[in-house]
């Protein structure tokens, strides 16, 4: 049976000239990707505040008016907020209070009298802030909408629904390019983004920038997974490694580039449009790139595959039998035939195959491990992705931090293909990140010893790279054929479930400063160590059946007599059962 791999391999080229044209182009959407993934550390940085009194601008203008001091701005501060001592860097020193304001009341009749007396209204009592002013320097959403002090959560809860916008994006424009095409799918994509993103930059209230920020995620998301699947598809099976590898660099490039846009633009709204406007390139995709012959072949349209897989063959000086192409139409016309039989006699939903892999125990548990993995991989990834606050300059500790994934991704697409495999790849990964996450707290944020400090945080996430590369290959090859697709969905499910909780695990920070990094490190560790019961699949063949998927990992006793592997009794009795299970199953359809 010929595929389109074959056709790849064998006449048009896997990687050739048109390919690597089409590659180039989706490149570029790597880094706006990249940019809005880690553009919260920008748009939520902590500014100094300080509480605006309403009492202030009469005092200011009466300072001001007799002369009463050569710094009134001081001055009214000293009347209006008391002094905390806060921890910066090694040292500590007192400051204005962000949250609190005495208590006072400004009135004509004893306006003088506290212009007289300094002490007069310095009592001890206190308010809470209704309103603040802030250092301007940078502007960021916490100053739009007053996000600091008790509201400080909603910056995290933002970032939250923003990831949690990416989930919904999956459930919409997986099934949507699927039916309809990745083109289609990919300008419907970005043209929600271009209404959404723009809500989410003018919004005037917290609530509509809450709308955007989920709308515009799941859009965002809807852009990468069908600019990842279009530029797998449009290669061969020996090159979509190097593409993926080379499509996570242009990622990282971004990620690092967004610091120095940020460091020379610092109000917020321009940051996050920068970010958008590169998305828009992918508008002239519709015209520069084809649509995936694989997705056209795979819904019947040969007709459209024929002509752009000749289109490619010209392109990279490649004759195309036209033998193929009637070996095709044969197929598909069988497939189609077979596939309207099948449906007309059984329906296999959804629900039904994710009850096959958590029926049977050895598919189960690998199914668990492996949502546990992936959900650590995206808690530790955004973790280390937001949590800049190590000390030293924030651009440049963003600007590594990107940078650091690139030597991360070759290390991964090396070692997994080395005796090191998935396994021990991915437990390395985690070990790392498991052991710097915690000893960094041990270095100071200043000081002689900050380089320590940052060199650990970036060795940590050095090792989420490596995960975060390695777990969605291995997990897909966990699964056996027939319940594939369901088992990768639950596991990326759990990932995003992951993501969405790390920006609130980082508000820990506010108990106990350590506790968000130790807590990955635990999470970190414990999926590391997971992982090595889960087999490995580097250079095997992997399962097609239930039966083969609850088989693949098992125990192996080797035969003394014939020399050969055998199946335990207690495996061989587990898939007796499987058979059975199947027989009913069949039985229920006919």
């Known amino acids: 049976m010929l595929s389109y791999d074959d056709i790849l391999k064998l006449w048009v080229g896997e990687f050739g000239t048109y390919q690597r044209r089409c590659f180039v182009l989706l490149c570029v959407t790597a880094f706006p990707i990249a940019m809005w993934s880690v553009s919260p550390v920008f748009l939520h940085a902590d500014t100094e505040h300080w509480c605006k009194v309403p009492e202030s601008d009469t005092?200011?203008?009466?300072?001001?008016?007799h002369n009463i001091s050569e710094d009134c701005i001081r001055y009214t501060k000293d009347l209006t907020i008391p002094l905390e001592k806060y921890q910066t860097g090694c040292t500590s020193e007192w400051r204005y209070s962000s949250c609190y304001a005495y208590d006072i009341n400004v009135t004509k009749e004893n306006l003088n009298l506290l212009m007289r007396d300094f002490d007069y209204f310095n009592t001890s009592?206190?308010?809470?802030?209704?309103?603040?002013?802030?250092?301007?320097?940078?502007?960021?959403?916490?100053?739009?909408f007053g996000l600091v002090c008790d509201k400080y959560y909603m910056n995290n809860l933002a970032t939250s629904l923003h990831i949690a916008g990416a989930m919904l994006g999956y459930f919409i424009y997986?099934?949507?390019?699927?039916?309809?095409g990745r083109l289609?799918?990919?300008?419907i994509a970005v043209s929600t983004l271009v209404v959404f993103g723009t809500l989410e930059i003018l919004a005037p209230s917290y609530l509509l920038f809450a709308i955007g920020r989920i709308t515009a995620g799941s859009s965002r998301f809807g852009v990468y997974s069908i600019v990842f699947v279009l530029m797998v598809e449009h290669v061969g099976p020996s090159k979509r490694g190097m593409v993926i590898v080379i499509f996570y660099v242009c990622y990282c490039i971004g990620y690092a580039g967004l610091a120095p846009i940020a460091y020379f633009i610092r109000e917020w709204r321009f940051v996050q449009f920068i970010a958008n406007v590169p998305a828009l390139f992918a508008f002239s995709y519709w015209w520069l790139i084809?649509?995936?012959?694989?997705?056209?072949?795979?819904?019947?349209?040969?007709?459209?595959?024929?002509?752009i897989i000749r289109k490619i063959g010209r392109r990279n000086k490649a004759d195309v039998?036209?033998?193929?192409?009637?070996?095709?139409?044969?197929?598909?016309?069988?497939?189609?035939?077979?596939n309207e039989?099948?449906?007309?006699?059984?329906?296999?939903?959804?629900?039904?195959?994710?009850?096959?892999?958590?029926?049977?125990?050895?598919?189960?548990?690998?199914?668990?491990?492996?949502?546990?993995?992936?959900?650590?991989?995206?808690?530790?990834?955004?973790?280390?992705?937001?949590?800049?606050?190590?000390?030293?300059?924030?651009?440049?500790?963003?600007?590594?931090?990107?940078?650091?994934?690139?030597?991360a991704y070759i290390t991964a697409a090396f070692l997994i293909e080395t005796w090191f495999g998935r396994r021990y790849t991915f437990f390395g990964g985690a070990i790392i990140c498991a052991t710097t996450a915690i000893s960094g707290n041990f270095f100071p944020k200043c000081g002689s010893l900050l380089w320590i400090r940052t060199t650990l945080f970036l060795i940590g996430k050095f090792g989420v790279g490596i995960t975060y590369f390695i777990v969605w290959t291995y997990m897909?090859?966990?699964?056996?054929?027939?319940?594939?697709?369901?088992?990768?969905?639950?596991?990326?499910?759990?990932?995003?479930?992951?993501?969405?909780?790390a920006p609130q695990i980082l508000l820990l920070s506010q108990v106990w400063e350590p506790l968000p990094m130790c807590l990955i490190a635990v999470c970190k560790m414990t999926a590391g160590m997971l992982v090595l019961l889960l087999p490995e699949t580097r250079g095997r063949k992997l399962p097609e059946t239930i039966e083969e998927g609850e088989a693949f990992g098992r125990k192996e006793n080797k035969s003394t007599n014939k020399g050969k592997f055998v199946i335990s009794a207690v495996n061989s009795a587990q898939i007796i059962r499987i058979k059975h299970y199947k027989a009913m199953k069949d039985e229920q359809f006919i």
């Open 125 to 144: 009592v206190v308010v809470q802030c209704n309103d603040w002013m802030y250092d301007t320097s940078r502007t960021t959403v916490n100053q739009e």
């Open 290 to 307: 084809p649509e995936s012959p694989r997705w056209l072949i795979s819904v019947g349209k040969v007709d459209e595959a024929e002509n």
């Open 341 to 407: 039989k099948q449906a007309s006699t059984r329906k296999e939903p959804i629900a039904r195959a994710a009850m096959d892999i958590f029926r049977f125990p050895n598919m189960r548990k690998k199914c668990s491990i492996a949502c546990f993995a992936g959900a650590s991989v995206y808690i530790s990834y955004y973790a280390f992705m937001l949590n800049t606050n190590i000390g030293g300059n924030l651009y440049v500790n963003v600007a590594l931090s990107g940078l650091i994934e690139i030597p």
């Open 174 to 180: 997986g099934p949507l390019s699927d039916r309809f």
């Open 321 to 338: 039998p036209e033998k193929i192409f009637e070996n095709m139409y044969m197929q598909v016309k069988e497939e189609s035939s077979m």
């Open 59 to 65: 005092i200011m203008s009466t300072c001001i008016a």
């Open 476 to 501: 897909t090859e966990l699964y056996p054929t027939t319940v594939r697709s369901v088992g990768v969905s639950i596991n990326c499910m759990c990932g995003m479930l992951g993501a969405v909780f």
């Open 184 to 187: 289609k799918s990919l300008m």
